[in-house]
């Protein structure tokens, strides 16, 4: 049983480029969730998605963008990565009741150069 | 101010110790409450989850939520080398009080525990 799993796990990337981190869930779970975390600051809602088709913003959203496409994976974009952006990035998911607890991936270790 | 309060730490204890962790808030409408341990490069793993008020046990993991004074504790008993980890304390707020009907968790900072044998 898998759970939440997150594409890739470590990136270095150049101040401007862009990418697409992955995160697929087989829980069946219909919310998931973007979060960064950083040293003293814990972890902040990025975006989040209550269903297939659906997203919205969480508390730190400028420079990222989200996709629901298919309700199992939910991707996190960067259009013009900034040096601000170097963080882990979590993937969660929980279920459709509302607060059920959330259910993490490992993250994605990204540094923006 | 920050809506959870949560003591960093760090925290070193020795194997065989009590340990206790606690995060304070201020938000009132808080009714669900979660530990979560994280390990080193890994992502947060649901430990407690307790709603209201009151006591929780699972083996050597006590969680207690005391509302009336916005605290609350998690306690390892008999603590192992394998416990030492980040502990993250999270709340929500239920859709009918206010909350969100995704359930928006509220974090603590952490709290990073060693376990020294």
């Known amino acids: 049983n898998a759970g939440v799993t997150q594409t890739p796990k470590f990136r270095v990337l150049k101040t401007g480029q862009s990418m697409t981190l992955l995160c697929a869930q087989d829980?069946?779970?219909?919310?998931m969730y973007w979060y960064r975390q950083d040293p003293g600051m814990g972890l902040r809602l990025i975006h989040y998605s209550v269903g297939e088709g659906t997203t919205a913003k969480g508390e730190v959203p400028d420079g990222y963008n989200v996709s629901r496409l298919k309700k199992q994976n939910f991707l996190l974009g960067l259009e013009s990565a900034a040096p601000s952006q170097t963080s882990v990035y979590f993937c969660?998911?929980?279920?459709?009741?509302?607060?059920?607890?959330?259910?993490f991936g490992d993250g994605t270790r990204l540094s923006i150069l | 101010q920050k809506e959870v309060e949560q003591d960093p730490g760090p925290l070193s204890v020795p194997e065989g110790a009590i340990v206790s962790l606690n995060c304070t808030y201020s938000?009132?409408?808080?009714?669900?409450f979660m530990w979560y341990r994280q390990y080193s490069r890994k992502g947060p793993e649901l430990l407690m989850y307790t709603y209201s008020s009151g006591n929780k046990e699972d083996g050597r993991f006590t969680a207690q939520v005391d509302k009336s004074s916005k605290y609350i504790s998690l306690f390892i008993r008999d603590s192992q080398p394998s416990d030492s980890a980040t502990y993250l304390c999270a709340m929500s707020v239920p859709p009918g009080a206010g909350g969100t009907s995704y359930g928006k968790l509220t974090f603590g900072q952490g709290t990073i525990l060693t376990v020294h044998p």
């Open positions: 829980m069946n779970h219909e919310y």
């Open positions: 938000n009132s409408a808080f009714q669900y």
């Open positions: 969660a998911s929980s279920e459709v009741t509302s607060n059920q607890p959330q259910h």
